[in-house]
């Protein structure tokens, strides 16, 4: 698809998504807390954005309040900028439950000025991981805001940029593949030090001269059933927006965006990495 079809089809999309979705805009201080190094953060543009800062004394972190059981999360994030090469921004949800974790991250992974950012998508279900993806990012994010959303429903995983698709893991639990259900999880945020493995497999070290290394959150979105509250987050579309017929499965435009970031912008699955996985993991083969 070409660039121009592309941004109609996300103009039609929008369009239909914000007819769709009533969105629950929160502050920082009504949901989060921060988790690690309060000195790092602060409240910018007026209290209604946060900077994170990492430098050579620390990275730092933030968690939402409360965890939450499936729905949808959505931040706006603008990413470090100029060399970022060696830093990580994490948006992940985390069960908090290390032998049995349930897990969704979104992974920024920095470079040397020019050269492309990476995200890096993984799940865990059940404790088990290793199930990364990556796509390069067909804009600089570090020159603007843009959105970043996880959508957990009882049918699917699926990772978004500006409400385009780049990753949908299907529920495939009737063929005995464990998929995260039972688990609320913690929406999570850090900016860090990962120069040993982040760019080019860690050849490109942090350029300290070059720090503080910042980047920026707004427009936080959590809408999903809060933990503790109660007991049950069913999957009846009634109640929960997010299990509606329009989220079971990719709309054709959707499937279309995705279809064009699988082409033009993947960039690792492990799925296809033979060296990893002679045979492939079975939630690779189950279909979608
Ligand atoms: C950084 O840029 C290099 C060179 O273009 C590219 O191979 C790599 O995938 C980029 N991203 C990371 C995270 O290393």
Avoid at 19 to 26: E, G
Avoid at 50 to 76: H, N, P, W
Avoid at 197 to 206: D, M, S
Wanted: charged fraction near 20%.
């Amino acid at each position: 698809m070409g660039f121009f079809a592309y941004i109609l089809v996300l103009h039609a999309l929008l369009l239909s998504l914000s007819l769709l979705v009533s969105a629950r805009p929160a502050t920082f201080q009504e949901d989060f807390k921060v988790t690690w190094a309060q000195d790092h953060l602060k409240l910018v543009e007026g209290g209604t954005a946060i900077q994170l800062t990492l430098d050579q004394s620390s990275g730092c972190g933030f968690a939402s309040k409360y965890k939450y059981l499936f729905g949808r999360v959505s931040m706006k994030i603008k990413l470090v900028p100029g060399d970022s090469a060696g830093t990580v921004t994490a948006f992940y949800m985390n069960s908090d439950t290390d032998a049995i974790r349930d897990e969704l991250d979104f992974e920024f992974l920095g470079n040397r000025s020019g050269q492309p950012y990476t995200v890096q998508t993984n799940i865990y279900a059940n404790g088990k991981g290793d199930r990364e993806q990556r796509v390069n990012l067909w804009f600089d994010p570090s020159l603007d805001y843009h959105t970043y959303t996880i959508l957990w429903s009882h049918r699917h995983v699926m990772f978004a940029v500006d409400e385009v698709p780049i990753r949908v893991h299907k529920n495939n639990e009737a063929r005995g593949i464990p998929y995260p259900k039972s688990q609320p999880m913690g929406v999570c945020s850090t900016l860090w030090d990962a120069d040993n493995w982040a760019t080019r497999g860690g050849l490109e070290k942090i350029d300290w001269s070059k720090a503080p290394f910042n980047a920026y959150y707004k427009d936080f979105d959590i809408e999903g059933c809060q933990v503790p509250g109660p007991a049950s987050c069913t999957a009846d579309p009634t109640k929960n927006w997010w299990e509606g017929a329009q989220y079971q499965e990719l709309t054709p435009v959707q499937a279309r965006l995705y279809r064009w970031v699988r082409i033009n912008h993947l960039v690792y699955d492990y799925c296809t990495d033979k060296s990893r996985y002679p045979i492939p993991p079975p939630e690779c083969t189950a279909g979608i």
